[in-house]
């Protein structure tokens, strides 16, 4: 069974950096694509940052470019997203998903992620 479980979530003020982590286990392939997505009360969710465990390609949504860095322990089987300078906007709920290794580019839509964790709150205080 494939589980993802985030954690690192919290309340931060303005300006302030939180590192979230996603635990995935349970894949019986080595080479999978790990993606942050984030939902906001009454908003869409929105596709953060992916990675490409194989080849370390990332993408970053142009709203936290520059802030977010996305990275992976591959021992660990781990991929961290360490979030600087966080603003009220990025308060959400913050999900990380798995798809089957998709090289050369880890797939920016939530459709391609078939495997979900149950979500981590990012609170960010003005």
């Known amino acids: 069974e494939v589980r993802l479980v985030e954690s690192g979530g919290g309340l931060v003020q303005v300006g302030g950096s939180l590192r979230l982590s996603c635990a995935v286990s349970?894949?019986?392939?080595?080479?999978?694509?790990i993606s942050w997505f984030r939902q906001a009360p009454g908003k869409e969710r929105e596709g953060v940052s992916c990675i490409n465990r194989s080849n370390g390609s990332t993408y970053y949504a142009d709203s936290v470019k520059g802030r977010f860095t996305i990275s992976s322990d591959n021992a660990k089987k781990t991929v961290y997203l360490q979030m600087n300078s966080l603003i009220p906007d990025d308060t959400a709920v913050y999900y990380c998903?798995?798809?089957?290794?998709?090289?050369?580019?880890?797939?920016?839509?939530?459709?391609?992620?078939?495997?979900w964790g149950q979500g981590t709150q990012v609170t960010v205080s003005s």
């Open positions: 349970g894949f019986t392939s080595d080479h999978f694509d």
């Open positions: 998903a798995a798809a089957y290794d998709q090289r050369p580019h880890p797939p920016r839509g939530a459709n391609a992620y078939e495997y």
